[in-house]
T-cell receptor
Framework: DAKTTQPPSMDCAEGRAANLPCNHS???????VYWYRQIHSQGPQYIIH?????ETNEMASLIITEDRKSSTLILPHATLRDTAVYYC????????????????WGLGTSLAVNP | DVKVTQSSRYLVKRTGEKVFLECVQD?????MFWYRQDPGLGLRLIYF???????EKGDIPEGYSVSREKKERFSLILESASTNQTSMYLC??????????FGDGTRLSIL
C-alpha cells in the first residue's frame, strides 16, 4: 500500500503558485520524500526530493513540516505545461537489497492549470 | 541528461503471442525496473534488476519474465500474452541513491 495520501485533483490559475499537499504520517526517520510528475502520454519525471530541510531547485520548492508527517510541493508560477499528475513518494535514500529499491506509487494529484 | 529508451511507443499483439518489450539506458545505471500503469491502480512494479543477470520479482510478476544480459538493456517478456496484460508499460533506471529516470512508455494492446 502507498505510504502517502494526496488529494485526487486540484486546480490552479496560470501564473499563480500551485501548492500540492502530501500526507506521509508514517514516514520513517531515514525515508526521503520524493516528488515526480507525469504529463499525459509520457513517463514520470523527477522534480525534487528532501529529507527534513526545505529544498528548492529550478522546477519547484519542497516544504517539509518539522515533524516530517506532511510536505508541500510548490510550483511558484504555474504554466499550462505544468498540467500533469503529481506523485509524492517516500523511500529510503539508498538502494539496498530488497524492498529499499522499490518505490510505492499512489494515484497522485491531477493538477489542472487553467488560463 | 540520462536517456531511457523504450523500443516502441505503441504495440498491438494477439493473445498467446510471446511479446518482448525492450528498454535501453545510456548512463551505466546498475538498477533497472519494469512497471505497468493502469487507470485507478497507479504504477505497479513487475520486476527489477540490480545488476547484469540479476533480477527480483516486484509486486505483480505473474505472466512476465525479464532478461538482463547487458547492463544497459533490460527486457520484459510476456510468455503468452493475454488480454489482461493490455496496459502502459514503463521502464526506469537509477544509479545509486539518485532518483529514477523513466522512459516514455509502451502502450501495449493484446487482442
Amino acid at each position: 500500500d502507498a505510504k502517502t495520501t494526496q488529494p485526487p485533483s486540484m486546480d490552479c490559475a496560470e501564473g499563480r503558485a500551485a501548492n500540492l499537499p502530501c500526507n506521509h504520517s508514517t514516514i520513517s526517520r531515514n525515508e526521503y520524500v520524493y516528488w515526480y510528475r507525469q504529463i499525459h502520454s509520457q513517463g514520470p519525471q523527477y522534480i525534487i526530493h528532501g529529507l527534513k530541510n526545505n529544498e528548492t531547485n529550478e522546477m519547484a520548492s519542497l516544504i517539509i513540516t518539522e515533524d516530517r508527517k506532511s510536505s508541500t510541493l510548490i510550483l511558484p508560477h504555474a504554466t499550462l505545461r505544468d498540467t500533469a499528475v503529481y506523485y509524492c513518494i517516500v523511500r529510503v535514500g539508498l538502494y539496498n537489497a530488497g524492498n529499499n529499491r522499490k518505490l510505492i506509487w499512489g494515484l497522485g494529484t491531477s493538477l489542472a492549470v487553467n488560463p | 541528461d540520462v536517456k531511457v529508451t523504450q523500443s516502441s511507443r505503441y504495440l498491438v499483439k494477439r493473445t498467446g503471442e510471446k511479446v518482448f518489450l525492450e528498454c535501453v539506458q545510456d548512463m551505466d545505471h546498475e538498477n533497472m525496473f519494469w512497471y505497468r500503469q493502469d487507470p485507478g491502480l497507479g504504477l505497479r512494479l513487475i520486476y527489477f534488476s540490480y545488476d547484469v543477470k540479476m533480477k527480483e520479482k516486484g509486486d505483480i510478476p505473474e505472466g512476465y519474465s525479464v532478461s538482463r544480459e547487458k547492463k544497459e538493456r533490460f527486457s520484459l517478456i510476456l510468455e503468452s500474452a493475454s488480454t489482461n496484460q493490455t496496459s502502459m508499460y514503463l521502464c526506469a533506471s537509477v544509479l545509486g541513491n539518485q532518483p529514477q529516470h523513466f522512459g516514455d512508455g509502451t502502450r501495449l494492446s493484446i487482442l
